[in-house]
């Protein structure tokens, strides 16, 4: 599971390029990944923004590729992502393995959810681990270090306090 043949899947579609065609200013801004460890529930998604026309649009790869517009909530305007990293999500499920042991979280991993962003002119993975025994934690991955910067335990009871 490498983002860069993600990235390469959807840039080879007809999809894509009949998108940019249309839509020549669109830039990369955002993914979003599901890595599913106990079931097949993955999922990739990589979102571009267009500022000609202010519209955000999403590529979903798991069955074909669909072009879906995305509705934009924020006014801000989306920073852009650079499109040649070359990491695999096992990498990064490693990544959190070896941040969980050291913070002594026995539990496994069942499902991690990815948001690829751009934050003050840095590219992040930012996610939520999903462990077993209804526990959680909240990471934020620096790419281009592929380094753990945010590590916090949380748990569904602390979620439903709040």
Do not use: W
């Not at 990293?85 to 096992?90: G, K, L, S, T, V």
Request: proline letters at 2%.
């Amino acid at each position: 599971m490498n983002f860069q043949f993600f990235l390469e899947k959807l840039m080879a579609s007809k999809a894509f390029e009949n998108f940019m065609g249309e839509n020549k200013e669109a830039y990369l801004c955002g993914g979003f990944f599901i890595l599913d460890l106990v079931g097949e529930d993955n999922k990739q998604h990589f979102d571009f923004y267009n500022p000609t026309i202010n519209k955000m649009f999403s590529f979903k790869l798991e069955e074909g590729i669909q072009l879906l517009p995305v509705e934009m909530i924020d006014s801000r305007i989306p920073g852009k992502i650079k499109a040649n990293y070359d990491f695999d999500f096992n990498d990064v499920i490693n990544l959190i393995r070896e941040e969980m042991k050291k913070q002594e979280i026995e539990k496994k991993i069942q499902k991690i959810i990815l948001s690829l962003q751009e934050l003050e002119g840095k590219d992040y993975l930012i996610g939520t681990v999903f462990v077993s025994g209804m526990g959680m934690a909240k990471v934020n991955i620096d790419i281009s270090e592929m380094k753990i910067v945010v590590f916090e335990k949380k748990s569904f009871f602390d979620l439903m306090r709040k």
